[in-house]
């Protein structure tokens, strides 16, 4: 699909989506699960594009010290815990990868 | 009129905080979708037609991973159906304005414009001019994300091409993320996610991501209803 295309319907649903229950107002009531459920929306959506990122650098499973991806996204876990700032923790993580790759070639 | 342009500038000024923690984003969305292989018009345009920035970062890492369009759109829904949510909370506050109201108010209705109507409305109910508060937040957030789009797009042409940038979103997410895991159904939730991400990785079509989001909604759910 043209990207054209990706972001018009994107948008169309992202749009009916905010615009559903404002519209429809009186016809419905959220369930209550799924007010529950839209909290693990973010967490569960965000960590299933991460962990692929870091643990399958070059499509293959890769846990040891030679996977700069790894070691770079622990890196910005740990930043990210302590400083709580996004763009410090960007910075932090893209340092590390950086000297990893210039400095550690491979073990 | 001189009330609803006071009420409009009180939901700017309620909204600055907002906009100073939002303007970042847009930076980094503009610089790595360019990086991304999106075109300067798709990545400026997407600010304006999707107008959500954690779709709009997930739409151009899937780009990046040359995602079906099905799946990014897809995608994209699931990472806005808390949009509804916010629809329903605000919709006994918008019951009595015109259809052409709603629609822009829903358009403008994004996280951070929300969060301070939705703290004006409980506060103060609704007035005659309560709305103007609504269109001013969101409207000064459309306007910080558009132009913030356009100067992360102009840095990021700048940015050279050896540097390792398609990491800087996985690394934005890590820092969305980490500040989420407050209790144990969100870390089981986050955890489980990505371990069915990493074992459905080779389904076609990026499936595996469906799969893994869903997997882990529905164990974070479980987990909170057992509580």
Redesign the interface.
């Known amino acids: 699909?043209?990207?054209?295309?990706?972001?018009?319907?994107?948008?169309l649903?992202?749009?009916g989506?905010?615009?559903?229950?404002?519209?429809?107002?009186?016809k419905f009531?959220?369930p209550e699960?799924?007010?529950?459920?839209?909290?693990?929306?973010?967490?569960?959506?965000?960590?299933?594009?991460?962990?692929?990122?870091?643990?399958?650098p070059n499509?293959q499973?890769d846990f040891s010290l030679n996977n700069h991806?790894l070691l770079?996204?622990l890196m910005?876990?740990v930043v990210?815990?302590f400083t709580?700032?996004?763009?410090i923790?960007?910075l932090a993580?893209?340092i590390a990868?950086?000297l990893l790759?210039i400095f550690f070639v491979s073990f | 009129m001189r009330s609803e342009i006071k009420t409009f500038w009180e939901g700017v000024r309620a909204e600055f905080p907002l906009l100073v923690g939002v303007f970042p984003f847009g930076l980094i969305y503009g610089a790595l979708a360019l990086n991304a292989g999106l075109s300067t018009a798709a990545a400026q345009l997407m600010s304006s037609i999707v107008f959500a920035g954690s779709a709009q970062f997930v739409t151009t890492q899937l780009v990046h991973e040359a995602a079906p369009g099905v799946v990014i759109v897809l995608t994209i829904a699931v990472v806005n159906l808390r949009h509804m949510l916010y629809s329903a909370s605000l919709a006994p506050y918008l019951k009595n304005l015109s259809l052409k109201w709603k629609v822009l108010l829903s358009y403008l209705l994004t996280d951070e414009a929300y969060a301070p109507s939705i703290i004006k409305y409980e506060r103060e109910g609704i007035t005659p001019s309560s709305h103007w508060f609504v269109f001013g937040a969101g409207f000064s957030l459309w306007f910080n994300w558009q132009v913030s789009t356009a100067l992360g797009i102009f840095l990021g042409a700048a940015i050279p091409n050896s540097w390792p940038l398609d990491f800087a979103l996985p690394l934005t997410f890590i820092a969305m993320v980490m500040p989420m895991l407050k209790n144990k159904p969100m870390i089981v939730a986050a955890l489980s996610a990505g371990m069915v991400a990493l074992l459905a990785y080779s389904l076609p079509y990026k499936l595996g991501l469906i799969l893994a989001a869903l997997t882990g909604i529905v164990v974070g759910t479980i987990l909170e209803e057992r509580k």
């Open positions: 699909m043209n990207i054209w295309l990706v972001m018009v319907f994107g948008g649903i992202t749009f989506m905010r615009f559903s229950f404002i519209y429809l107002f009186g009531e959220v699960v799924m007010k529950h459920a839209l909290h693990y929306v973010p967490p569960a959506v965000l960590s299933a594009i991460i962990f692929p990122e870091v643990f399958l499509q499973l991806r770079a996204g910005a876990v990210a815990y709580k700032n996004t763009l923790t960007i993580g893209m990868l950086v790759q």
